[in-house]
């Protein structure tokens, strides 16, 4: 149980695309979804808090016209990168947590690894 | 800002030692998780602490949350190669927010 599908998996692109993560519960809801990057041999950095309904929590230094997050549904949250540039380029990785509290651990999806040229 | 500090950063170990690792944070902590996350993988997550002084074992691991709760270790007996990975702690702080703050993480390599 708790499977978080993350999607795509590789991404390549030009620079000034923007580029769409999926982020989805397979078999719960998520009413907390959560949008990390991390560099290479570095750990998870929080960019930005999704809840269900309501404008996502951003952490600070994060450009939240940079990196548009929505959380239509309690299976679904999506990151847009926008008019991505090669320094966006990092593995992003999406969690979600089933139940409001903070006792609940957080299920990660597999990540998306993206690469602006 | 809030920090969780992981020590070591590197750890490598013959096959079949014991060893631990450590997890320290700047303020006191509500609870604290880990996770595992092998190469090329995502964070799986392990296990959860909430009272002071709380130890809980998993088969060759145990991890143990220190009394005031700003704390934690792990302790890995009989090292094998399938428990190669990098092992990340992750508290949340007392009286802030629901995030986790999660240290940088704990590189394990095994000598078969």
């Known amino acids: 149980g708790a499977v978080v599908s993350q999607h795509p998996s590789w991404v390549i692109c030009k620079s000034g695309t923007s580029v769409k993560i999926e982020c989805r519960s397979l078999d719960f809801q998520a009413t907390t979804m959560f949008w990390y990057r991390q560099f290479p041999k570095q750990s998870l950095m929080l960019m930005a808090t999704?809840?269900?309904?309501?404008?996502?929590?951003?952490e600070q230094g994060v450009e939240k016209d940079k990196f548009l997050i929505n959380h239509a549904s309690l299976t679904l949250s999506t990151l847009t990168v926008t008019s991505a540039h090669p320094e966006d380029s990092s593995f992003y990785i999406c969690?979600?947590?089933?139940?409001?509290?903070?006792?609940?651990?957080?299920?990660f999806g597999d990540g998306t690894r993206l690469s602006i040229l | 800002g809030q920090q969780v500090m992981q020590i070591p950063q590197y750890q490598h170990v013959q096959e079949g030692e014991d060893f631990t690792t450590y997890c320290n944070s700047s303020?006191?902590?509500?609870?604290i998780q880990w996770y595992k996350q092998r190469p090329g993988g995502h964070p799986v997550f392990l296990i959860q602490?909430?009272?002071?002084?709380e130890v809980k074992k998993q088969k060759r691991l145990t991890f143990q949350f220190g009394e005031a709760k700003k704390n934690s270790s792990l302790h890995i007996t009989a090292t094998q190669t399938t428990d190669v990975g990098t092992y990340f702690c992750a508290g949340t702080p007392k009286g802030g927010s629901e995030k986790l703050v999660f240290g940088k993480g704990m590189k394990l390599t095994v000598n078969p």
């Open positions: 969690s979600a947590r089933d139940l409001q509290g903070v006792y609940q651990p957080q299920h």
């Open positions: 303020t006191t902590l509500s609870n």
């Open positions: 602490l909430v009272k002071s002084g």
């Open positions: 999704s809840n269900e309904g309501s404008k996502a929590t951003y």
